[in-house]
């Protein structure tokens, strides 16, 4: 049996004694054993000492001055720390009752006088190792029972009968315990544990099971896996058995999702790309290696540019990282470039990984996929759904699309195109004399002859059996579309050789619409072209006809005045002629209106009647408006320099220039500028369409004009369909009655009861009201006595030159 030993360097020693020469003798005995000691003559002192020396034993007389030897050892005891220091009690008595009373009082050992100096050096040695071993193993326990309160495994201790002497919190939570379970036997929780644990110590001799896995249950039924492990201890020389019981329910499905994760990872096609927050590769699966051409050693630690195609400008991805960065992720198609440096389409999609705590990205994911075959099958559906599969060209309901599209460009860019449909004459006598095969040979010649007529940049379109479409954009005369349809009656006229056979009676009879002429939708349109065609073929085939004689007519007549007035546009051959305006109360003239004329180098002077409405159809009347300005600016600027007193010119301005206000005031400003003249020297007069349309931006940009000068009139009050309270909205200085209402004054009292009203509603207002169409003095009295503020009309003067209006001015106004 191994001795017990302890260093006895640095233990201190308290020696209590009323001796002092005892005390010298205690002390230098036990200094010369490596002790510290300090020393006390009566118990109070003794209590004292205790506290400041702090010592690891104390040697105590039993008989002392003050208090007795066992009331020091009891109050001792009472101290911090007492509890666990021995005290020897050292006296001369050596009755039975001091003994008892001693250990009573917590004495740990007791030595009579005269000491026997062996003895006291053995049993003070032996009690601080004592002390030692028991603090030792109070740490011990404390330790242990810490680890197992805070462990998450439940550990019991059961006998070897299996009933549960001990157990953690931990078991107490896994196995829904409360405290009397200890009671309890194990076979409650886990059934049959004690008969394996028996079978495996027979078979293996040992006493010690390490993890194996065990599912258990709840009380409640509910089932889990658990690892269990089990160690053989004894107390007193009972064997019992600890049993950690840990929960791996919760690791084995993180394990199967990291095992269903990488299985996913590594057999899935898409292809995955990691990368960490700075975007280089930190892993790719084999899916990408396979997509991309790059293994995974040849892709880490670059930047998924190394995929980039060039196809995308650095617009796509920075709305790319701007969508990452707001959402978290994107998703979209992608072209890339291969390690081989082919180019393919992927639809990527990306999502961030983020710090839970911070919310910083931590790393990027982005799965795509090769989409290349899809794309070609969808291309292919596409392409067999919207093209005729024999003749390759658009089907049906491809044409339907374009033509849709044609009509929506026609509205918004005012161009208009012509719808043709052409028939090929005889074709069913090829079909039932020769087969359906040479039918086929046929269209498909026909189809290619027509793509050749048309060209690339018109569309051509077969509709079924032999009927064919064709839509021809961007003409502007109706030449083009003549020579178009020529050509094509004159190509399918031509022989077709089709295996060896010639057939040379084959022609196509077509027939013409025109958008917007003749209708401006699909429905009406096709049916009009193919009238037309019918007619085309009543005149004997192999010719084209326009929609009706009259259409033809009208739009032969339309599009030759279009080409004219585009050529008047490009020789300046507008003029205008001015007609003077009368204050009725001065009798001053306070403006000239300026009005357009056509001078036709063939047919004369065209009035505006007929060329204004298809000028505005066709967009032409904003290049004619602007030479309206500029030429009414030179006048001004002319007049004024001959000593003209012309205070303001007005112009005509249509609804069709202010459909983009804001460029019409740019270059209505620019030409005011060139001439040096300011925004009061013009006034400018609208109809009611443009008040109908009440567009904002055309009332906010009057209105700074208006700030600054400008006048604004509203042109043939009355005779549209505009409600009263627009003109609420609009900023108007002037507005003037139509001269239907004028010219019947005299034989239409209901008109004069209108032109009162009119006069009233424009004062209440704040507007002034003009007058035209004044053509005798009858009508200028009644303006004069209702209050009307200005008259123009034939009374005064018509519509002159410049050169004859400045002989009126000089003889009215001398």
């Not at 005891?77 to 009752?97: C, F, S, W, Y």
């Not at 690892?227 to 950690?244: D, N, V």
């Not at 790319?320 to 082919?342: H, V």
């Not at 049916?527 to 005149?539: L, N, Q, V």
Request: net charge negative.
């Amino acid at each position: 049996m191994n001795k017990l030993s302890i260093n006895t360097e640095y233990k201190k020693i308290l020696l209590v004694d009323d001796d002092p020469v005892f005390l010298m003798m205690l002390a230098q005995f036990l200094n010369g054993h490596h002790y510290e000691t300090a020393n006390a003559s009566c118990g109070i002192e003794a209590l004292r000492l205790f506290q400041e020396f702090k010592p690891d034993a104390v040697l105590l007389d039993g008989d002392l001055p003050d208090l007795s030897g066992i009331d020091v050892c009891q109050m001792l005891k009472k101290l911090a720390n007492g509890d666990t220091t021995p005290v020897i009690m050292v006296t001369a008595m050596n009755e039975e009752q001091f003994v008892d009373d001693a250990f009573q009082a917590g004495a740990s050992d007791y030595i009579t006088k005269p000491i026997h100096w062996a003895v006291l050096k053995n049993r003070l040695s032996y009690l601080l190792q004592v002390k030692e071993a028991t603090t030792a193993l109070q740490f011990s326990e404390a330790r242990k029972s810490a680890i197992l309160n805070a462990t998450a495994d439940a550990v019991i201790t059961v006998t070897e009968q299996g009933d549960i002497i001990d157990l953690n919190p931990a078991a107490q939570q896994i196995f829904c315990l409360d405290e009397a379970s200890p009671h309890m036997h194990i076979s409650g929780l886990i059934p049959s544990v004690m008969t394996m644990i028996q079978n495996y110590k027979s078979e293996s001799g040992i006493t010690e099971l390490k993890a194996i896995r065990y599912n258990a249950e709840h009380p409640q039924g509910e089932r889990f896996t658990t690892e269990l492990s089990c160690s053989q201890i004894w107390q007193h020389k009972t064997p019992l058995y600890t049993l950690t019981i840990r929960d791996i329910s919760t690791r084995e499905a993180h394990e199967e999702a990291m095992r269903l994760a990488s299985s996913v990872f590594n057999n899935t096609s898409e292809a995955i790309i990691i990368t960490d927050h700075e975007n280089r590769i930190h892993s790719v699966n084999p899916a990408f290696s396979k997509i991309t051409g790059y293994s995974e050693a040849e892709a880490i630690g670059h930047s998924p540019a190394l995929l980039s195609s060039g196809r995308h400008g650095d617009d796509f991805y920075e709305q790319m990282w701007q969508t990452l960065k707001t959402e978290g992720s994107w998703q979209g198609e992608i072209w890339n470039r291969r390690k081989s440096g082919e180019l393919y389409p992927e639809w990527l999609s990306i999502n961030t990984v983020r710090n839970t705590e911070t919310h910083e990205a931590v790393r990027y994911i982005g799965l795509f996929s090769d989409i290349t075959q899809r794309k070609k099958y969808e291309e292919d559906i596409w392409y067999q759904a919207h093209y005729d599969a024999l003749t390759d060209l658009p089907n049906r309901l491809l044409f339907s699309a374009k033509l849709q599209e044609a009509i929506a460009k026609q509205k918004q860019e005012a161009l208009p195109f012509a719808l043709l449909f052409i028939d090929l004459d005889r074709f069913k006598e090829v079909n039932d004399s020769l087969g359906h095969s040479f039918g086929d040979l046929l269209l498909l010649e026909a189809a290619q002859r027509l793509q050749q007529v048309f060209g690339r940049n018109n569309v051509v379109a077969r509709l079924g059996g032999d009927e064919f479409t064709a839509i021809l954009s961007g003409l502007h005369t109706v030449g083009e579309i003549e020579s178009y349809a020529e050509k094509a009656t004159r190509e399918l006229r031509k022989p077709f050789i089709l295996n060896g056979e010639e057939l040379n009676f084959i022609s196509g009879s077509i027939g013409i619409t025109l958008c917007p002429n003749d209708a401006k939708d699909m429905e009406t349109l096709l049916k009009h072209a193919d009238m037309a065609m019918y007619r085309a073929k009543e005149a004997g085939r192999n010719t084209y006809r326009f929609y009706t004689d009259e259409m033809n007519q009208h739009a032969m007549h339309r599009i030759r005045l279009e080409e004219e007035l585009r050529h008047a546009i490009k020789e300046q051959q507008f003029q205008l002629h001015y007609q003077p305006k009368l204050d009725l109360i001065t009798q001053q003239i306070v403006c000239v209106e300026a009005l357009i004329r056509w001078q036709h180098p063939e047919k004369g002077m065209v009035s505006p009647m007929d060329f204004i409405p298809l000028a505005e159809e066709t967009g032409l009347i904003n290049e004619i408006g602007f030479i309206v300005l500029e030429l009414a600016c030179q006048q001004l600027q002319t007049w004024r320099a001959n000593d003209f007193s012309i205070k303001q010119i007005a112009v005509n301005v249509s609804s069709v220039q202010f459909e983009e206000p804001e460029a019409f005031f740019a270059r209505f400003n620019q030409i005011l500028a060139e001439h040096q003249l300011s925004k009061n020297d013009i006034k400018i007069e609208i109809t009611e369409n443009l008040l109908m349309k009440q567009n904002e931006q055309v009332i906010n940009q009057l209105n700074q004009h208006r700030d600054h000068g400008l006048s604004v009139a509203i042109d043939d009050f009355g005779t549209g369909y505009s409600s009263l309270s627009y003109l609420q909205v609009f900023p108007l200085d002037e507005l003037k009655i139509d001269q239907s209402f004028i010219r019947h004054l005299d034989d239409a009292p209901r008109n004069k009861t209108l032109v009162q009203a009119i006069i009233a509603m424009g004062h209440a207002l704040n507007m002034k009201v003009i007058a035209e169409g004044v053509e005798n003095q009858s009508q200028m009295d009644f303006l004069l006595a209702n209050g009307c503020d200005v008259a123009q009309g034939y009374l005064l003067s018509r519509p002159a030159s410049a050169s004859e209006l400045e002989v009126w001015l000089k003889k009215h106004t001398t």
